[in-house]
Nanobody, 115 residues
Framework: QVPLVESGGGLVQAGGSLRLSCTAS????????MGWFRRAPGKEREFVAG????????SYVDSVKGRFTISRDNAKNTMYLQMNSLKPEDTAVYYC????????WGQGTQVTVSS
């Protein structure tokens, strides 16, 4: 198990930027693919972005392509989500996840984008 802790959420105006971090404890961090998910009020949780174990592959939901960038630093046991050109519809609780079938989850961090 690799416990995960997210940080970096907050309140930002539309068009602004935030960088989320997901820090993992344990030596197995680099063994797992990881991802970011979000749950907006009244909506189902959705996949936002994913990254391979050695950052050799990434994927994004269409709605964030060109605005969000996922990355990871295995030496720091940390994954990031750089979010630019934020829109009110990006408002959600953002979660990081890791492991086979994303079996390990963080507690979430709130991102609120005002119009």
């Amino acid at each position: 198990q690799v416990p995960l802790v997210e940080s970096g959420g907050g309140l930002v105006q539309a068009g602004g930027s935030l960088r989320l971090s997901c820090t993992a404890s344990g030596r197995a961090f680099s063994s797992y693919g990881m991802g970011w998910f979000r749950r907006a009020p009244g909506k189902e949780r959705e996949f936002v972005a994913g990254i391979g174990r050695s950052a050799d592959s990434t994927s994004y939901v269409d709605s964030v392509k060109g605005r969000f960038t996922i990355s990871r630093d295995n030496a720091k046991n940390t994954m990031y989500l750089q979010m630019n050109s934020l829109k009110p519809e990006d408002t959600a609780v953002y979660y990081c996840a890791a492991g086979p079938s994303y079996s390990v989850w963080g507690q979430g961090t709130q991102v609120t984008v005002s119009s």
